[in-house]
């Protein structure tokens, strides 16, 4: 009986005007939506190639260590196609230089990089199935029960050798068999937009993150179907049915996330960014405080007041590249160098804890707003399919937790192989070519541009490399399935416990229901 | 007649359970604004006041050396509006702070403020979103059924046998429902009021009133342009429920879809160059530059601001800052325009048409920036002349200006108050309205065209 009252549903639901009309939507907006998003994709691609490229040349075309500041970049996930998540609002670089921890990453992610542009709307795959087939699944359940009461034939079907039970679970499973052919008809021309284009390859890891979306959108339409059905078997009308559920679908996708996310962000406050940088500026005046009295000290040392420098390229916390300058003043430079550069990461470890303090709070902020938010079901499916598609905000805090403890290892290297009290930190010049007198520079430089003949005062390639072979590099280790899911299983089991809740108050009612 | 038709719908509408859940709705909505304004207003301004107050006093550690005090850079962010409590204009999510020192405007960022970029985007919650997203959906909700629904109850024959004109009955329709969210509105706002000014947080001056009156203009105006958009919907289907869900499949269409398409669409057809292509141009003309330069332009001596080299160098740098800006300055205004023309193509959108109206109406969001933009432009032009001015009385300095080092010009102490100081200047009501006055027209001939449709549809409407 309940597989007759299932196929006469579906039937039924399957050549509806309302549904014909939403699957046309579904059928427009999935497409497109894949395929803006495809190129989105493509032109991170392309700039993640770049930035890779330039995070290698470092290595590869560093002529002293000091201008060795090496970047890590994280390549984008074609997942994000489905579910950009936070993807566009962090960057995907990080420069780890010495005199600060990273905070934040930087880079475009965005196909644009117009900053005006983010006034507009940009929506992804993971939004149209939140707001299109809840629609849907609403206009399909509103009179599941309400339409059969109003017509009379509930009455009629109930008068029958048909169980309640039954005829319930006929109506939900008609209703849940229409979804999931239009659900794979969306994931179907997801596909085949993914495999046509070029830049796009999946692995069988994205492959298994695809289904577990796909079933937890089966999921995420089941709360709306079965709301739908608890409200109509409540409602004396299909008219009330409808008015309730469209209010109540209006404000769990639209009123409520906004209203959670300005409660969240009163709940924790968090400092302005600008404010934590300007007591990190504090600090750097306390550094150049005692950057001056070092600077005392080494000229006291030397006995050298002034400087003078014959060609420098550079400047990281004292000249880099320096080159054709005499010893004295290369003497000078060095002890300098090799005073400054570990006051510098010492600072860049004291700036850190304003910084840390800063990022736990926005942690806080993010993670109270979700569990808020949580009562919102598309929000729900915004953050469990962000974790999927690697767009989460747990995702990045890896990524950058694993570039900070890089830069490090990076720089504990330069300590034990006492890089910085070496010539080679900041000069290409091997002690014994560097010229005594201001004269020998001079003749020095004059003979270098004659042979080198050099493209620009700074072209100074044809004064060779420093060997970066032994230099650590960065690689990242990316999270599994379940490390991500993990993040997100209470919000994940809140949805699911709704669902139940709503299955159960609904079959309650409608056992209930007197039909008199 | 007219009236007597509005009459009945404004009852049928009072007595709806719609309009119960829409006041509730818009009261709870209107109220949360208004404290959420008063919280956030509050802490953008101690937060505002307290960036400031250490910007003044990094300049203060600057002022020591005036060649250092000229190149410092400065990053100065827009004050929060009084006005945010209408309408945000998104300017937390655009540039809003414009950085410049005394011999150049470099450009623009976007502070982080209190902004976490770990948080999904939501939109702040002010009249404008209450507007944008609550009222045109309500208008579809309030017009649906308004001829589909007689049309499945078979009234619709009955009314119009009687000596009703089609298009009054029609017209008594449209103006029923648009009065009703009208007045569901108007309560919103003097909830609202009545908390801002219990609050004592917020000043509600003329012009604020004033801004109210032109918020309330557009909202009447978007309000008709989606009733006419659900009446047509209603007149065009057999079906109330085909009726309403082609009218939320609009709705959704023109308040999502369409700014996403435009924006799809702004670089293809308004391309601007990438920042990697600017950097790229930026060290080629570096590079001409520096080739055009003879020896010693490297050549410093921290202890002989008079050393001639100095003057090469600071030429050269000059140079270098100059023929940056240009590259910039064009890539800027490239960015600018294509921003133009992207809100052009979206105003598709009435609901976009609402926000680009109450954006002039305010002087927010883009608007703002761009008054801004030009008038530090001028401000510049007025910090460069003071210091010049500064240099020329110091016989220390061989007043060669280099925009980078402070090797050549004067070193000495300054007066931080004899400094220009930049304020943003206050556009008077008159003005903004006037220029958010294409944006009434539009949303006026919108309303109009879609309404006449409907109208055309419903005259030939066959009963039988």
Known sequence: ?516 | MLKTIIIRELQNHLYSLRFIIALMLTLILFGTSSVSFIIEFKEQKSTYEQGMTKIQENMKNVASNASNFAQNINAIPFAPRNSAFIASCQEESIPNTIIYNAFNVYGYDITKGNNNPFIMPAKNINWEFIMVLLFSFLAIIFTFDAVAGEKEMRTLALSLSNPVSRGVMLTGKFLGTVIILTMCVVMGIVMSILILLFSGQTMITYATIAEIGGFLLLSFLLIACASAIGLLTSVLCYSANTSLLIGLMMWLILLFIIPHTTLLLSNKLFPVESSDVITQNTNNSRKIIEASFPDGKWHSESNNPFTPDHQIRANMQMEFMLGEKKIRDNWYNSQFSQYVNTSKMTLISPMFIFEMGNEHMLNGGFQRFKNNWDDLHTYQGQFLAWFKAFDAKDPQSPHWYNPYEDYSTSKSKINIDEVPVYSESIIPFAQRISQSGIYIALLLVYSTIIFFVSFMLFVRYDVR
């Not at chain 1, 319930?168 to 794979?184: Q, V, W």
């Not at chain 1, 709360?223 to 059905?229: E, K, T, V, Y």
């Not at chain 1, 005073?339 to 600072?347: F, G, H, I, K, R």
């Not at chain 1, 009612?509 to 007197?514: A, G, V």
């Open chain 1, 1 to 516: 009986m309940i597989w007759h009252i299932v196929k006469k549903d579906f039937l039924d639901n399957f050549t509806s005007a309302r549904f014909v009309v939403g699957f046309l939507l579904c059928l427009f907006l999935v497409p497109y939506t894949v395929y803006t998003g495809t190129k989105v994709y493509e032109s991170r691609v392309e700039k993640y190639q770049r930035d890779e490229k330039n995070a290698n040349e470092i290595f590869t075309k560093a002529q002293v260590y000091a201008q060795i500041q090496p970047m890590a970049v994280i390549q984008p996930s074609p997942l994000n196609i489905f579910c950009k998540g936070i993807s566009e609002q962090v960057g995907s670089l990080v420069n780890l230089r010495n005199n600060e921890v990273p905070t934040f990453a930087t880079g475009i992610t965005t196909m644009y990089e117009n900053q005006f542009l983010n006034r507009f709307v940009s929506l992804d795959f993971v939004n149209i199935l939140a707001i299109i087939l809840s629609l849907i699944g609403v206009f399909l359940s509103y009179d599941i029960f309400s339409r059969e009461k109003e017509d009379g034939t509930l009455k009629l079907l109930l008068s029958n050798h048909v169980k309640r039970s039954d005829f319930f679970l006929g109506k939900a499973g008609g209703i849940l068999l229409t979804f999931i052919p239009l659900l794979l008809v969306c994931y179907i021309l997801v596909f085949i937009i993914l495999w046509i284009s070029p830049f796009v390859s999946l692995s069988a890891d994205d492959y298994a993150r695809i289904l577990l979306l796909f079933l937890f959108s089966l999921l995420y339409l089941s709360f709306f179907i079965f709301l739908g059905s608890y409200i109509s078997s409540k409602a004396r009308t299909s008219s009330t049915s409808l008015i309730i559920n469209l209010f109540i679908w209006c404000f769990l996708l639209f009123l409520l996330p906004n209203a959670m996310s300005y409660l969240g962000k009163n709940i924790v406050k968090i400092d302005n960014y600008s404010i934590v940088r300007l007591n990190m500026g504090d600090l750097d005046g306390e550094f150049w405080e005692k950057r001056g009295e070092l600077q005392q000290q080494v000229q006291k040392e030397t006995g050298l007041e002034n400087h003078s420098w014959n060609l420098c390229a550079g400047w990281n916390y004292g000249p880099v590249l320096l080159c054709f300058t005499t010893l004295d003043n290369m003497i000078y430079e060095r002890k300098m160098h090799e005073s400054t550069a570990p006051m510098v990461l010492d600072y860049a470890t004291k700036k850190w804890h304003l910084q840390e303090a800063y990022l736990n709070r926005l942690y806080r902020q993010q993670k109270i707003i979700k569990y808020l938010s949580s009562l919102s079901p598309s929000e729900v499916l915004k953050y469990v399919s962000a974790s999927l598609c690697k767009s989460d905000m747990e995702s990045h805090v890896d990524f950058m937790n694993q570039a900070r403890s890089y830069r490090e290892q990076f720089f504990n290297y330069y300590k034990e192989n006492k890089i910085f009290s070496s010539y080679n930190y900041f000069s290409p010049h091997k002690e014994s070519e560097i010229p005594k007198t201001q004269e020998e520079a001079v003749i020095m430089q004059a003979q270098w541009r004659l042979t080198a003949k050099p493209e620009s005062t700074f072209d100074l390639s044809s004064l060779g490399y420093v060997s970066t072979s032994a230099l650590p590099r960065f690689i990242y280790n990316e999270r599994g399935i379940l490390d991500g899911l993990a993040d997100q299983l209470w919000i994940f089991a809140v949805l699911i416990a709704a669902c139940t809740v709503l299955i159960w108050i609904t079959y309650s009612s409608f056992i209930k229901y007197d039909i008199r």
